[in-house]
């Protein structure tokens, strides 16, 4: 489920924005983050039925060892059918009760993504406003993953101009057809306000590094 599709059923965001599927977990307890990879491990499987482990471990980054406790564990609930064929080659297959398992996490997913980004929206909703009390003009975001789209997003109809974006590698990308900065360049750049568009720790004290104003920084 992509980000803006959550907001449009969020009743946040028109029907015309689109954006590119990407995966976070639900939030950081642990359940959630259970369920994420089990969702991931039955998707990834209905999609190729013949998918090794070891592809699985690397499409979802994480260990070798821990996929092959999910399988097992999925198998002996009786959500997976294992077989093997020639040179015995494992294949999976997605039972019609792990077909409803799947269902139930998808759904559990799409609500617990909704109600992440509400929130996310509201706060930097509240941020915005906070800058445009402090006379803030034009501004840049730190970042340019799912937070920062929402972050570009929420500008429409602001009295606030977006500089561009700072992120680690420029690349020769653009973000929505605005410009994406190193954090070397920050030091050129003629701007008000920088919004953090995370909610790491690390990125803050990155930003503090480069001896930024602290006046100018906003974080979520």
């Not at 294992?82 to 494992?90: D, L, Q, S």
């Not at 653009?174 to 920050?186: A, L």
Request: aromatic content about 10%; charged content about 25%.
């Amino acid at each position: 489920m992509t980000l803006l599709k959550a907001l449009k059923q969020a009743g946040r965001l028109d029907k015309k924005q689109h954006n590119n599927y990407a995966v976070h977990t639900m939030n950081n307890h642990e359940g959630s983050k259970h369920e994420a990879i089990t969702l991931r491990i039955l998707d990834e499987i209905s999609r190729e039925s013949s998918i090794t482990q070891r592809t699985i471990a690397s499409k979802l980054n994480i260990a070798l060892g821990l996929v092959n406790t999910y399988i097992k564990r999925l198998a002996k609930k009786g959500y997976l059918k294992i077989t093997k064929g020639p040179m015995n080659r494992v294949k999976y297959a997605v039972t019609p009760k792990g077909f409803t398992h799947r269902v139930g996490l998808t759904y559990n997913y799409m609500q617990s993504s909704i109600s992440y980004f509400k929130d996310a929206r509201n706060r930097i909703d509240d941020i915005y406003r906070k800058m445009i009390t402090a006379g803030a003009k034009n501004i840049l975001i730190w970042g340019d993953g799912e937070i920062a789209e929402l972050c570009y997003i929420s500008l429409r109809g602001l009295p606030l101009k977006l500089v561009g974006v700072i992120d680690s590698k420029s690349n020769g990308k653009d973000f929505f057809g605005y410009n994406i900065y190193t954090y070397e360049d920050t030091q050129g750049l003629d701007y008000d306000a920088i919004l953090i568009a995370s909610f790491s720790d690390r990125d803050l004290e990155r930003i503090k590094s480069l001896g930024i104003d602290e006046k100018k920084i906003y974080s979520l």
